[in-house]
C-alpha cells in the first residue's frame, strides 16, 4: 500500500513557474514507477510525465515537453513536477501517481495508486 501526498499548487500567472511535490509513504518507494496525471474541467485524465524507478528514464506529454521537468529523490520518497512556461492551458487538478513494476506507461489504467491532487491555475 501507497499513499501519495501532492502539494506545491496554486495560483499563478502565465509565463510563472510552479514546483509541485508529492510525497510518498511507505519503504519500497525505488519499487514504483511515478506518474503525473491532470484534469481540466470538463475533460478527461491526461498524463504529464513519468520517471522510471531508479531516474534514469523520463517520458512527457507533447504540450509540456520542454517546459516541465519530472524527478525523483528516492531517498526522501519524493517525486516533482518543475513546471516552467506556464500556460492558461495548463490550469487543471495534477495529481500524482505510482505504478509497482518495472515498465513506465503513458496511461492512468497502469497506476496503481493515486494521490488526491492539487490545484494549478494559470491566469492571464
Known amino acids: 500500500q501507497v499513499q501519495l501526498v501532492e502539494s506545491g499548487g496554486g495560483l499563478v500567472q502565465a509565463g510563472d513557474s510552479l514546483r509541485l511535490s508529492c510525497a510518498a509513504s511507505?519503504?519500497?518507494?525505488?519499487?514504483?514507477?511515478m506518474g503525473w496525471f491532470r484534469q481540466a474541467p470538463g475533460k478527461e485524465r491526461e498524463f504529464v510525465a513519468a520517471i522510471s524507478r531508479g531516474g534514469i528514464n523520463t517520458y512527457y506529454a507533447d504540450s509540456v515537453k520542454g517546459r516541465f521537468t519530472i524527478s525523483r529523490d528516492n531517498s526522501k520518497n519524493k517525486v516533482y513536477l518543475q513546471m516552467n512556461s506556464l500556460k492558461l492551458e495548463d490550469t487543471a487538478v495534477y495529481y500524482c501517481a505510482a505504478e509497482y513494476g518495472l515498465y513506465v506507461h503513458t496511461t492512468s489504467q497502469q497506476y496503481d495508486y493515486w494521490g488526491q491532487g492539487t490545484q494549478v491555475t494559470v491566469s492571464s
Open positions: 511507505g519503504r519500497t518507494f525505488s519499487s514504483y514507477v
